[in-house]
């Protein structure tokens, strides 16, 4: 089996410039790397990730937005990450099923026993076997996002539009599930330039994985 590596983290974090940096890096020491996203991620999740990124804020529920992160989970899941681990590739996803757990469970409010009861319907007992979460000041995320979603004039902003304690409760959210699965998460401090963070990944990569970076 190959590995499989997360990356979490509120807007404005990073990820996707640190998820492409670590794609590199382990590309460029010959290995086989998948690199992917949620929601998206297949053809039938990539479809269900326009429902959930576009839009206004309250155009779902939070029950009914859960259910269908679920569902581009699973086809995400079945269609491109096992294949890929049973072939033994690393996978690298641009958010998870954390996601789910920090922005409808501690975000949106729904029962995290229920997220969790989707997760093993959904998903089994498969997961990241290491998770890096981005840590950043809530303003200073946010004020991260609106200028790269300005400047690509997209319009997957559906979140970034949630208000600010939205987002402060969301940032909690993922500082308790590290602290709750501490052998998986790496909690990544974004302070300093987008090398000094990559430096901390490959670090926390190399000593949780055993892979020489």
Request: proline fraction near 3%.
């Amino acid at each position: 089996m190959g590995k499989f590596i997360s990356f979490e983290g509120g807007e404005g974090s990073g990820k996707s410039t640190q998820v492409k940096l670590l794609a590199d890096a382990m590309t460029s020491q010959g290995l086989d790397v998948l690199l992917t996203r949620e929601p998206g991620g297949a053809a039938g999740a990539e479809e269900i990730r326009k429902l959930l990124v576009e839009g206004e804020p309250e155009r779902w529920d939070a029950v009914t937005e859960t259910l269908l992160h679920f569902a581009a989970r699973r086809d995400h899941m079945e269609t491109t990450v096992a294949p890929a681990l049973a072939a033994g590739r690393i996978v690298i996803t641009d958010r998870f099923a954390d996601s789910t757990t920090a922005y409808q469970g501690y975000g949106h409010g729904v029962d995290l026993d229920f997220i969790r009861d989707l997760y093993k319907s959904t998903v089994g007992n498969r997961g990241p076997d290491l998770t890096l979460i981005l840590d950043i000041p809530v303003d200073e995320g946010l004020a991260r996002a609106g200028k790269r979603a300005e400047d690509a004039g997209s319009d997957e902003d559906r979140y970034e539009r949630m208000d600010a304690k939205f987002h402060h409760r969301l940032r909690d959210g993922f500082q308790d599930i590290a602290k709750l699965h501490p052998e998986r998460c790496v909690v990544v401090a974004t302070a300093g330039s987008v090398e000094e963070i990559h430096h901390r990944i490959r670090q926390a990569v190399s000593i949780r994985l055993g892979i020489d970076l």
